[in-house]
């Protein structure tokens, strides 16, 4: 979904250090989501946003931050990446509780 | 809280068999219930989705999914699968009013090749 972009696509990075995978949207949407992909693990919710005072955690937040900088934008941050933060992560949008989420094309993310 | 089972974790049939792909949730209230793909290489995309009225409801591309409320129940049927079905099927759920409501649950996903 082109209103959903992800940067970057891919990145692998060595444990320890920080990194930042960014998500914007063009949807208009409050609602904004980052989850991970875990083969047999489906998406897992790592955290939410309905405004940029409203930040939560989902079910896996630990190691991970997030920054909602403008309606537009949320940003996820690994503090010191590990190497179990391997994952495929996406960005999702939507515009009520009762809506359908609208993806990002992901950021598939190694740490060595 | 609420939580989706997929049991099955991988379907293997040939083209042109029939598909049903199980879900079932654990929610005792209202639920939006979701089912999505994910080609190869791909992002999720929306099949279709139930919020209320016939509990049958039709998708994109032939698939369709039936609601049983009495069962927590939400199975994506296709009659006739092809080769370019082959992907990931994830089913989803969202509390209608509760804490929850925020927050769109995934099951573990079921991973569909078709043989042509």
């Known amino acids: 979904d082109a209103d959903v972009t992800q940067t970057p696509r891919n990145r692998i990075t060595k444990t320890g250090k920080r990194i930042m995978l960014e998500c914007s949207q063009t949807?208009?949407?409050?609602?904004m989501y980052w989850y991970r992909q875990d083969p047999g693990l489906g998406l897992r919710l790592i955290y939410y946003?309905?405004?940029?005072?409203?930040?939560n955690k989902g079910e896996i937040s630990d190691g991970y931050s997030v920054s909602r900088q403008a309606q537009a934008k949320f940003s996820l941050s690994l503090e010191s990446a590990i190497p179990n933060q391997t994952a495929l992560y996406f960005c999702a949008t939507r515009d009520s509780n009762n809506s359908p989420l609208h993806f990002g094309n992901g950021t598939r993310l190694t740490v060595t | 809280a609420q939580s989706v089972s997929q049991h099955n974790h991988h379907v293997i049939l040939s083209e042109a068999a029939s598909l049903e792909l199980g879900c079932n949730y654990s929610y005792g209230g209202t639920v939006n219930l979701f089912w999505y793909v994910q080609y190869p290489g791909q992002h999720l995309q929306l099949l279709l989705k139930?919020?209320?009225?016939?509990?049958l409801v039709k998708g994109i591309k032939g698939f369709e999914a039936e609601f049983i409320k009495s069962k927590f129940s939400f199975n994506l049927r296709k009659p006739s699968v092809q080769w370019s079905d082959t992907a990931e099927y994830f089913c989803?759920?969202?509390?209608?009013?509760?804490?929850?409501?925020?927050?769109?649950?995934f099951g573990s996903g079921t991973q569909l090749t078709v043989l042509p």
């Open positions: 946003s309905f405004d940029v005072k409203d930040i």
């Open positions: 949807k208009g949407h409050d609602r």
């Open positions: 139930y919020f209320s009225g016939d509990p």
């Open positions: 989803a759920v969202n509390a209608r009013s509760s804490g929850s409501a925020r927050q769109l649950t």
